[in-house]
């Protein structure tokens, strides 16, 4: 997928799960800073972090489904 399919796809998750996905994934946070930022729990964002990833692979999955299908 192209960059710009990536960055689509990363505009439909969660507000939550896309901020901590973009500040460890794309700014290189760790997950101390970005519990820190957002104050919650560095629990929190490494559960968020994960739970972004499981999103972004159903989403390229089926991304990537349609384009076949196509």
């Known amino acids: 997928l192209s960059a710009e399919k990536l960055t689509?796809?990363?505009?439909?998750?969660p507000d939550g799960y896309r901020t901590v996905f973009n500040l460890y994934?794309?700014?290189?946070?760790t997950?101390?800073?970005?519990?820190?930022?957002?104050e919650?729990?560095?629990s929190t964002s490494?559960?968020?972090y994960r739970k972004a990833k499981a999103y972004m692979r159903?989403?390229?999955a089926k991304e990537?489904?349609?384009t076949i299908d196509q």
Do not use: D
């Not at 994934?25 to 946070?29: K, Q, S, T």
């Open 40 to 42: 919650i729990t560095e």
């Open 8 to 13: 689509e796809l990363i505009t439909q998750m």
């Open 31 to 38: 997950h101390k800073e970005i519990a820190e930022q957002l």
């Open 25 to 29: 994934a794309v700014e290189e946070y």
């Open 58 to 60: 159903k989403l390229i």
């Open 64 to 66: 990537l489904k349609q």
């Open 46 to 48: 490494k559960t968020q």
